[in-house]
């Protein structure tokens, strides 16, 4: 391993000499007519041949720009665009290193009609709060996808698992021609439309349909990206279809096909495998489905994707899937998308765990538990987006969904717990085995009416939920006490639950401008009330005669109603340069619980709060600009922590809740600076937060000489979180061949916690550092490598002498490479070495974890044989080791080993290849 970690270092020096020149280039802009300074114009050099982009910058706020690089041309096309105005172009000839090209006038187009379309050659064009790569301008191998386009675009980085930060601030919603492409899902749209049929790259704060329709500000620490597709390119059929074999009768399959009509859009894909995959394995997943909003990759080579687990982090999984996507424009003002979604899963778990709980008085006892089972899930998932508009100033927004899960598992598990002089205490062992059926509708109606040009609108939105859940259980245990008073409780039940979930939601909010389109006050009032309602049947079974006895103390009937009502009023302000928002509401809250098997446990609650919500924000320049906000807001407890009930389930871990629990009030503070300078291609980001939290709900635990545990629930002041994260990056552009992109990151949080243990309040502080460093180097399109280590080094700190502070350290080191040499042959290896120098004897200390993939192209670039190689070393392992204020835990279970699969793939696309018309297109230059 050494020797090929030094081999692909060696080949990464070998390649940085060459013979190149650097230039810097500088001027200032201003407009001919009026002589004003011009922001951010787009300066950029190309080459003269093919009018590919060497280099580009934007100007700053007093018109000056500068361009700095290294080229091995010696002539290169100088152009200066900027919206409104005739761009300029120069040829630069590099016979010296510095050019002064003084003040440069741009004159205004005023030949720009209304009607006609207007085309930059601008590779960044800035609009207001619009950001727009045009794709032409940026070169990428042969048959590229859309994530290979977005990692070329300045400021935007795409990670091993497909999310996208663009200028620090994370991507979640992409978007074609101004619609989801397949559901919500963007790394999809990534991996499988090709960058050939894009035209513009848009970049904008994320919005609902009602806020951008209604003029609001949006998330603005997130980012959207619309695709526009070529008018050509937006009729056809394309897609790919897939399939593997392995060894230990591994397989896997999977296939998607677009078929794009102008406003109506299909697509369907499906897959299965037994590989804890959603769709492909490493190397190939990423190119076929890519993931989600939110993807995981555990140790053990399981997904968890938007929720939707395939493998749990441990076990094995079998998993089915298929889904399919409409989009269409019915008329004017008609739009429709919908898509549906069905995921199955089989899996088998199998782990063992050993925990040392430390008491106050400095005693430990000790729990070994082992368990194995099998779960078995059908989740069905539809969804609906209807827009509907009356005309420019009315929206009418619908989103129904309906989700089905159907669910059965069995579990054993064996546990024991034994004293310091390893003296048994305890034991128990269990078999479960249920059945459930979960049903799910929500639908979502915004409406919303712009008044004025000048800002003012009025909202009204309605939101309801109706759950249903039906649970059937079989359970048997037998719980051994010893010692000086030995018990023994033998259980053998079944029971049936039904849970059901309705829940009703409305706001209204009127925007009055004081200020036309600078100064707002918005007048808002929701109202939500929750209403769940719980029904367990319990029964002991004679395991003599069968006969079935109704188990009052296992059983519940009970009622529980959240009702909250909030008028508030937000005040709102924007300039070019910097915006403010504060809004303060008012909480009324009512909790009321009626239990109809114990009507002397019923309560009601009633609870009064102040919530507050402001932000400020600051752009220095196009290229930084820093965020900051301060929010309370007011949190109740739990059902389970607040009603009056005792739950006797579990023999061993007693737990009561406590009505006189008050709402926990969260108080947060939090600000970023982002920076990113195209010219010099630097990147700094940075996020601080603070939050602080008064009657936080925790569990109040003791336990007896039998190791039993009664658990209730307390509030505490006194607990706090800080956080600071910041990354620096920095592009080093040896020439036009080679570059090398260097990383440096830290985060830190700090965190205070009140507890309780046997009766004895304490506190825990517990400090965690991460930092990391990392280098991309890139030799054109036929090498790169990108190392990158992490050390994550945490304290925890006990105001209790009995408790020992704690320690641990871990180190993780990811190589990974891809080789584009020869011309038809790709190899992928992603190597992660993991180090856990805490984890007890026993359990693994060290594993080296490599993936391989060798891929060769057939058919025209069409066809790829694949050979995959999946935990190349056999070390593949799982073992964790988990620390908390009063226990340390470390674990292993079953995880998927070493093997070898052989796939082939195939893509098929007929989108159209008209001939450009330029009648009535005016080309800017």
Same mark, same amino acid.
């Given at each position: 391993?050494?020797?090929?970690?030094?081999?692909? *270092?060696?080949?990464?020096?070998?390649?940085?000499?060459?013979?190149?020149?650097?230039?810097?280039?500088?001027?200032?802009?201003?407009?001919?007519?009026?002589?004003t300074?011009?922001?951010?114009?787009?300066?950029?050099?190309?080459?003269?041949k093919?009018?590919?982009?060497?280099?580009?910058?934007?100007s700053?706020?007093?018109?000056k720009?500068?361009?700095?690089?290294?080229? %091995?041309?010696?002539?290169l096309?100088?152009?200066?665009?900027?919206?409104?105005?005739?761009?300029?172009?120069q +040829?630069?000839?590099f016979d010296?290193?510095?050019?002064q090209?003084?003040?440069?006038?741009?004159?205004?187009?005023?030949?720009?009609l209304d009607?006609?379309?207007?085309?930059? =050659?601008?590779?960044?064009?800035?609009?207001?709060?619009?950001?727009?790569?045009?794709?032409?301008?940026?070169?990428?191998?042969?048959d590229?996808t859309?994530?290979?386009?977005?990692?070329?675009l300045?400021?935007?980085?795409v990670?091993?698992?497909?999310?996208?930060?663009?200028?620090?601030?994370?991507v979640?919603?992409?978007?074609?021609?101004g619609?989801? !492409?397949?559901?919500?899902?963007?790394?999809?749209?990534t991996?499988?439309?090709?960058?050939?049929?894009?035209?513009?790259?848009?970049?904008?704060?994320?919005?609902?349909?009602?806020?951008a329709?209604?003029g609001?500000?949006?998330?603005?620490?997130?980012k959207?990206?619309?695709?526009?597709?070529?008018e050509?390119?937006?009729?056809?059929?394309?897609?790919?279809v897939?399939?593997?074999?392995?060894?230990?009768?591994?397989?896997?399959?999977?296939?998607?096909?677009?078929m794009f009509?102008?406003?109506?859009?299909?697509?369907?894909?499906?897959?299965g495998?037994?590989?804890?995959?959603?769709?492909?394995?490493?190397?190939?997943?990423?190119?076929?489905?890519?993931?989600?909003?939110?993807?995981?990759?555990?140790?053990?080579?399981?997904?968890?994707?938007d929720?939707?687990?395939?493998?749990?982090?441990?076990?094995?999984?079998t998993?089915?899937?298929?889904?399919?996507?409409?989009?269409?424009? !019915?008329?004017?003002?008609?739009?429709?998308?919908g898509?549906?979604?069905?995921?199955?899963?089989?899996?088998?778990?199998?782990?063992?765990?050993?925990?040392?709980?430390?008491?106050?008085?400095g005693?430990?006892?000790?729990?070994?538990s082992n368990?194995r089972?099998?779960?078995?899930?059908?989740?069905?998932?539809?969804?609906?987006?209807?827009?509907?508009?009356?005309?420019?100033?009315?929206l009418?927004?619908?989103?129904?969904?309906?989700v089905?899960?159907?669910?059965?598992?069995?579990?054993?598990?064996?546990?024991?717990s034994?004293?310091?002089?390893?003296n048994?205490?305890?034991?128990?062992t269990?078999?479960?085995?249920?059945?459930?059926?979960?049903?799910?509708?929500?639908?979502?109606?915004?409406?919303?009416?712009r #008044?004025?040009?000048?800002?003012?609108?009025?909202k009204?939105?309605?939101?309801?939920?109706?759950?249903?859940?039906?649970?059937?259980?079989?359970?048997?245990?037998?719980?051994?006490? %010893?010692?000086?008073?030995?018990?023994?409780?033998?259980?053998?039940?079944i029971?049936?639950?039904?849970?059901?979930?309705?829940?009703l939601?409305?706001?209204?909010?009127?925007?009055?401008?004081?200020i036309?389109?600078?100064?707002?006050?918005?007048?808002?009032?929701s109202?939500?009330?929750?209403k769940?309602?719980?029904e367990?049947?319990?029964?002991d079974?004679?395991?003599?005669?069968?006969?079935?006895?109704?188990?009052?103390?296992?059983?519940?009937?009970?009622?529980?109603d959240?009702?909250?009502?909030?008028?508030?009023?937000?005040?709102?302000? =924007?300039?070019?340069?910097?915006?403010?928002?504060?809004?303060?509401?008012h909480?009324?809250?009512?909790?009321?619980?009626?239990?109809?098997?114990r009507?002397?446990?019923?309560l009601?609650?009633?609870f009064?709060?102040?919530? #507050?919500?402001?932000?400020?924000?600051?752009?220095?320049?196009p290229?930084?600009?820093?965020?900051?906000?301060?929010?309370?807001?007011?949190?109740?407890?739990?059902?389970?922590?607040?009603?009056?009930f005792?739950?006797?389930s579990?023999p061993?871990?007693?737990?009561?809740?406590?009505?006189?629990?008050?709402?926990?009030n969260?108080?947060?503070?939090?600000?970023?600076?982002?920076?990113f300078?195209?010219?010099?291609?630097?990147?700094?980001?940075?996020?601080?937060?603070?939050?602080?939290?008064d009657?936080q709900v925790v569990?109040?635990?003791t336990i007896?000489?039998?190791l039993?545990?009664?658990?209730?629930?307390?509030?505490?002041?006194? +607990?706090?979180?800080?956080?600071?994260?910041?990354?620096?990056?920095?592009?080093?552009?040896?020439?036009?061949?080679?570059?090398?992109?260097?990383?440096?990151?830290m985060?830190?949080?700090?965190?205070?916690?009140?507890?309780f243990?046997?009766?004895?309040?304490?506190n825990s502080?517990?400090?965690?550092?991460?930092?990391n460093?990392?280098?991309?180097?890139?030799?054109?399109?036929?090498?790169?490598?990108?190392?990158?280590y992490?050390?994550s080094?945490?304290?925890?700190?006990?105001?209790l002498?009995?408790f020992t502070?704690?320690?641990?350290?871990?180190?993780? #080191?990811?190589?990974?490479?891809?080789?584009?040499?020869?011309?038809?042959l790709?190899?992928?290896?992603?190597?992660? *070495?993991?180090?856990?120098?805490?984890?007890?004897?026993?359990?693994?200390?060290?594993?080296? !974890?490599?993936?391989?993939t060798l891929?060769?192209?057939?058919?025209?670039?069409?066809?790829?044989?694949?050979?995959?190689?999946?935990?190349?070393?056999?070390?593949?392992?799982?073992a964790?080791?988990?620390?908390?204020a009063?226990?340390?835990e470390?674990?292993?279970?079953?995880?998927?080993?070493?093997?070898?699969?052989?796939?082939f793939?195939?893509?098929?696309?007929? #989108?159209?290849?008209?001939?450009?018309k330029?009648?009535?297109?005016i080309?800017?230059?």
């Amino acid at each position: 391993m050494k020797k090929v970690i030094c081999s692909l *270092l060696l080949l990464m020096s070998s390649l940085a000499f060459s013979q190149s020149t650097s230039y810097t280039i500088e001027g200032l802009l201003k407009s001919k007519n009026d002589t004003t300074f011009l922001e951010s114009a787009t300066i950029h050099l190309e080459k003269i041949k093919d009018s590919s982009v060497v280099s580009y910058t934007i100007s700053d706020a007093n018109g000056k720009f500068k361009l700095e690089g290294k080229t %091995f041309d010696k002539e290169l096309r100088l152009v200066v665009s900027y919206v409104g105005y005739t761009s300029y172009t120069q +040829n630069i000839v590099f016979d010296k290193t510095s050019f002064q090209l003084g003040t440069i006038l741009l004159k205004p187009n005023d030949n720009v009609l209304d009607e006609v379309v207007i085309r930059s =050659r601008a590779p960044i064009t800035i609009k207001k709060d619009t950001l727009e790569f045009n794709v032409k301008s940026f070169k990428t191998k042969k048959d590229a996808t859309v994530e290979d386009l977005l990692k070329k675009l300045p400021g935007v980085e795409v990670d091993d698992e497909g999310r996208i930060t663009v200028n620090g601030k994370s991507v979640n919603k992409i978007l074609v021609n101004g619609k989801p !492409f397949f559901g919500n899902d963007p790394t999809i749209t990534t991996k499988n439309l090709s960058k050939e049929i894009i035209e513009k790259v848009q970049v904008t704060d994320t919005k609902t349909k009602a806020q951008a329709f209604a003029g609001e500000k949006g998330d603005d620490q997130n980012k959207t990206i619309n695709l526009t597709i070529k008018e050509e390119n937006n009729k056809g059929v394309f897609g790919r279809v897939a399939a593997g074999k392995g060894t230990e009768d591994l397989y896997e399959f999977a296939g998607i096909v677009n078929m794009f009509n102008n406003d109506r859009r299909i697509s369907f894909l499906g897959g299965g495998n037994n590989i804890n995959s959603p769709g492909f394995s490493f190397g190939e997943i990423r190119d076929m489905f890519g993931g989600g909003n939110s993807i995981s990759v555990s140790s053990s080579g399981a997904f968890s994707i938007d929720g939707l687990s395939f493998g749990s982090g441990s076990g094995i999984t079998t998993s089915n899937n298929f889904g399919g996507t409409y989009a269409d424009k !019915f008329g004017k003002g008609f739009d429709v998308n919908g898509d549906y979604f069905y995921a199955g899963t089989e899996t088998e778990t199998q782990s063992i765990r050993d925990r040392e709980t430390i008491l106050p008085d400095g005693s430990s006892f000790f729990t070994k538990s082992n368990s194995r089972g099998s779960n078995e899930n059908r989740n069905h998932r539809a969804n609906m987006d209807l827009d509907i508009e009356i005309d420019s100033t009315f929206l009418i927004n619908i989103r129904p969904s309906f989700v089905q899960n159907r669910r059965e598992s069995l579990n054993n598990q064996f546990e024991e717990s034994s004293d310091n002089g390893n003296n048994l205490i305890n034991s128990s062992t269990s078999t479960n085995f249920s059945e459930s059926t979960a049903n799910n509708f929500s639908n979502n109606l915004d409406i919303t009416k712009r #008044l004025n040009d000048k800002g003012s609108f009025i909202k009204f939105g309605l939101d309801n939920q109706i759950d249903k859940t039906e649970t059937n259980t079989r359970f048997n245990s037998d719980v051994q006490i %010893f010692g000086t008073t030995p018990s023994q409780e033998l259980r053998n039940q079944i029971s049936d639950q039904e849970v059901t979930f309705n829940s009703l939601r409305t706001n209204i909010s009127y925007r009055y401008p004081i200020i036309s389109k600078k100064f707002f006050i918005d007048f808002k009032y929701s109202f939500r009330k929750d209403k769940r309602v719980s029904e367990r049947n319990t029964y002991d079974i004679d395991p003599v005669t069968s006969q079935q006895t109704f188990n009052t103390d296992l059983s519940t009937d009970f009622t529980f109603d959240n009702v909250r009502s909030t008028p508030s009023i937000d005040l709102t302000y =924007r300039r070019k340069k910097w915006s403010t928002s504060f809004e303060i509401g008012h909480v009324s809250r009512t909790l009321e619980n009626r239990d109809v098997l114990r009507p002397i446990q019923s309560l009601k609650r009633d609870f009064n709060a102040i919530e #507050l919500n402001g932000n400020f924000n600051y752009r220095f320049s196009p290229k930084s600009s820093m965020y900051s906000g301060y929010r309370l807001s007011n949190t109740p407890p739990q059902l389970n922590q607040l009603q009056p009930f005792t739950d006797v389930s579990n023999p061993l871990n007693i737990v009561t809740g406590n009505p006189a629990l008050k709402p926990a009030n969260n108080s947060r503070i939090y600000m970023g600076f982002n920076n990113f300078n195209f010219q010099k291609g630097t990147g700094f980001y940075s996020y601080l937060s603070a939050n602080f939290t008064d009657n936080q709900v925790v569990s109040k635990t003791t336990i007896d000489d039998n190791l039993i545990r009664n658990t209730t629930y307390e509030n505490v002041n006194g +607990n706090y979180r800080y956080f600071l994260s910041a990354t620096y990056s920095k592009s080093l552009k040896l020439d036009t061949i080679r570059k090398i992109k260097l990383r440096v990151g830290m985060s830190t949080n700090k965190n205070k916690s009140v507890n309780f243990y046997n009766d004895v309040k304490y506190n825990s502080i517990n400090t965690a550092v991460s930092p990391n460093v990392g280098f991309t180097f890139t030799w054109k399109d036929a090498f790169e490598i990108s190392p990158r280590y992490t050390l994550s080094f945490s304290k925890t700190d006990f105001d209790l002498d009995q408790f020992t502070n704690q320690n641990f350290t871990r180190h993780t #080191l990811r190589i990974r490479t891809r080789t584009f040499a020869p011309k038809k042959l790709e190899w992928r290896n992603n190597i992660t *070495l993991q180090y856990n120098p805490n984890v007890a004897d026993g359990f693994q200390k060290t594993a080296w !974890f490599w993936n391989s993939t060798l891929a060769y192209s057939i058919l025209k670039d069409k066809g790829t044989l694949s050979l995959k190689a999946f935990d190349l070393l056999n070390q593949n392992t799982n073992a964790r080791r988990r620390a908390t204020a009063n226990y340390i835990e470390d674990s292993e279970s079953i995880v998927l080993k070493q093997y070898f699969m052989l796939s082939f793939s195939w893509k098929f696309n007929t #989108l159209g290849t008209k001939k450009k018309k330029y009648g009535g297109d005016i080309f800017i230059f």
